[in-house]
């Protein structure tokens, strides 16, 4: 007794549904793309808080210290313009912190920005389905959102 072999059915669908397929196929990496760019630089904005978080902290101090009725009563421009030098220092230790982290974010969020504002109407253009203004929430937006709230 021999083998007995299959024979494959291949169906060859029209060029307008491969297209489509492509086109599809395409859409669903382009928002993946995006996606994963925005939780990157999520990702790296929460690394940078952390890094930040004391130099911040001393900002946020020296911002509470000032009182701006207090410099007006006493007529201390000196001890004011002292204190927003300290401030300026504080802030510039900050920013030197966080700088390698921010080059890294500045990219991720300007492709977050160029997909969502050029390559992805564009795709649905393509696609069919071009962004229309909406001002009402479809239904299941609308209980989605609710369920939300439930919990």
Known sequence: MGKKTQTETVMELPTEVQEELTNLRGFRDLIGERWGYWFGRRMKQQEMSEATKEERKAVSEIRKS???????QNSDLDGYNAKMKEIK?????VTKKAKPFLEKISPLSKAVRFLDSVAIPDALKQLGTPVQPRF??????SQQLAQQKKK
């Open 89 to 93: 220092e504080a802030r510039e230790v």
């Open 66 to 72: 000032i009182k701006i009725e207090e410099f007006i």
């Open 136 to 141: 009402s929430l479809s239904e299941f937006i």
